[in-house]
């Protein structure tokens, strides 16, 4: 478990990564007002990895709130509920039982007096996911499994990747360099050699697939948007070797293709890779 104090003037706010340890090797997050304890869960599946958390560190979790409806994402909302009383949160259309606020793009999920949270309508994994970005002076992304570290979510499960294109090139991609980001799932290692098999001199991909800590999610690299730009393949559509390695795969590519045709290109080739 990491734990990470930002400073907004007099204010604390603190990000709890909590690393499951399951198969599908989630990460849960706690997000925690430094002035009242009180705290909100997302995505919290292990909800007693939570609430042991919470307990140990006199934090009041009243919140939860799911990025979307697969059930790795909400499998702990009922146990989580009975045990602290918060309220559920989750997007307006997601197929998620008891829900107590339904969110929409621009929403503000206030957590104790020193935590900002706005709601980000996120399509493409699913229809109806979010993503929270914190108000904090380094702001931070849970993208849930839209964005992942150096990757992108898939689209099998009642998603769609024009959708997810979308999300990336109108969304994300407008968000500032320092952004930390903060996924659902622990898939460095995939990703990063995905990225080298794409760009097969990515130095820095390279180095971060060697690092101890991307193969060690009890002390998982914070990623920032700036190093997904420069090691996240669906971040770098302009790429020339991208571009021509994919065009081995796909001889139909346009001569030169717009960022969406490769993003689509990338997505359908990562889905079988």
């Not at 909590?18 to 198969?23: D, E, V």
């Not at 706005?118 to 380094?138: F, K, Q």
Request: hydrophobic share 40%; net charge negative.
């Amino acid at each position: 478990m990491l734990v990470f104090v930002w400073r907004q003037e007099d204010n604390i706010v603190i990000v709890e990564q909590i690393w499951t340890g399951n198969a599908w090797r989630n990460f849960n997050y706690l997000i925690v007002c430094g002035e009242t304890g009180e705290a909100a869960a997302i995505d919290p599946l292990d909800h007693s990895k939570c609430l042991s958390k919470a307990n140990e560190m006199g934090w009041n979790i009243t919140q939860i709130i799911n990025t979307h409806e697969h059930q790795d994402h909400t499998g702990g909302n009922e146990a989580l509920v009975a045990a602290t009383g918060s309220r559920l949160l989750a997007h307006h259309n997601a197929d998620i039982p008891n829900v107590d606020k339904l969110l929409v793009a621009g929403d503000i999920v206030r957590i104790g007096k020193t935590v900002e949270l706005e709601v980000l309508d996120t399509p493409g994994h699913t229809m109806s996911h979010v993503c929270l970005l914190a108000h904090t002076d380094i702001p931070s992304l849970f993208s849930g499994d839209t964005l992942f570290n150096a990757g992108a979510g898939n689209c099998h499960n009642g998603g769609h990747p024009e959708q997810l294109f979308q999300t990336f090139s109108r969304q994300l991609e407008a968000l500032s360099d320092d952004t930390r980001i903060y996924p659902g799932h622990d898939y460095w290692a995939n990703n990063l050699a995905f990225t080298l098999d794409r760009e097969p001199n990515n130095k820095l991909a390279a180095d971060l697939l060697d690092n101890i800590h991307v193969n060690d999610p009890n002390q998982s690299l914070i990623s920032t948007l700036k190093l997904e730009r420069q090691i996240n393949t669906f971040l770098r559509l302009s790429n020339p070797l991208i571009i021509q390695n994919l065009r081995e795969s796909f001889p139909d590519l346009s001569e030169m293709p717009d960022p969406k045709e490769v993003f689509l290109r990338l997505r359908e080739l990562r889905n079988d890779w």
